[in-house]
Structures are given as structure tokens and as C-alpha cells.
Nanobody
């Protein structure tokens, strides 16, 4: 079983920066894939960025490109999402997720709220 816990959410003004963390514990192997998702009010959940825990190479989706930086620290078993130039459209609950290839994302954290206001 894999346990994920997000932290670092909060309220920030437009153009500000937040860094989210996802602490990973449990039976977790290098062949897992990790991701950040978000769900904005009234919208479907969407993928923000993904990363292979082993290689550490991130892939960004949509508006995260050029503004967000996804990384992971294998020694600390923690994944990070640095979010720069935040906009009101980034307001959402952010979730980290894990999957063991080739399965879908089976493990989810409870989420952390990010609110961007002008």
C-alpha cells in the first residue's frame, strides 16, 4: 500500500508562487509513476504534470508548461510542484497520485487547496 499526503497549499495573489509537496510512504518502488492533478470548482479533474520516480523526468500539461516545475527527492520520498506566475485559473484542489506501471493511478492523496486571487 502507498500513502500520499500533500502539503503547501494556501492563498496567494495573482502572479505569486507556491510550492506543493507530496510525501510518499509505504511499499513504493522505483517503477512507479507520479503525478499532480487538480480539480477546479465546477470542472473535471485534470492532469498537471507527471514524472517517473526512477528517471525523474517531468512532463507538463496545458498551462503548467513554462510556469510549473515538478521534481522529486528520492532520499526524502517527496515530490514537489513549484508553481510560478499563478493565475486565478489555477485555483483548485491539487492532488498527488501514484501508479505502478502499466496500471492507472491507484493511489491518491487527500488534496490541498490552492486559491489565487487578485
Amino acid at each position: 500500500q502507498v500513502r500520499l499526503v500533500e502539503s503547501g497549499g494556501g492563498s496567494v495573489q495573482t502572479g505569486g508562487t507556491l510550492t506543493l509537496s507530496c510525501a510518499v510512504s509505504g511499499r513504493f518502488l522505483d517503477d512507479y509513476g507520479m503525478a499532480w492533478f487538480r480539480r477546479a470548482p465546477g470542472k473535471e479533474r485534470e492532469s498537471v504534470a507527471t514524472i517517473s520516480w526512477n528517471s525523474g523526468s517531468p512532463v507538463y500539461r496545458g498551462s503548467a508548461k513554462g510556469r510549473f516545475t515538478l521534481s522529486r527527492d528520492k532520499e526524502k520520498n517527496t515530490m514537489y510542484l513549484q508553481m510560478n506566475m499563478l493565475q486565478s485559473d489555477d485555483t483548485a484542489v491539487y492532488y498527488c497520485a501514484a501508479r505502478k506501471f502499466p496500471h492507472d493511478y491507484d493511489f491518491w492523496g487527500p488534496g490541498t487547496q490552492v486559491t489565487v486571487s487578485s
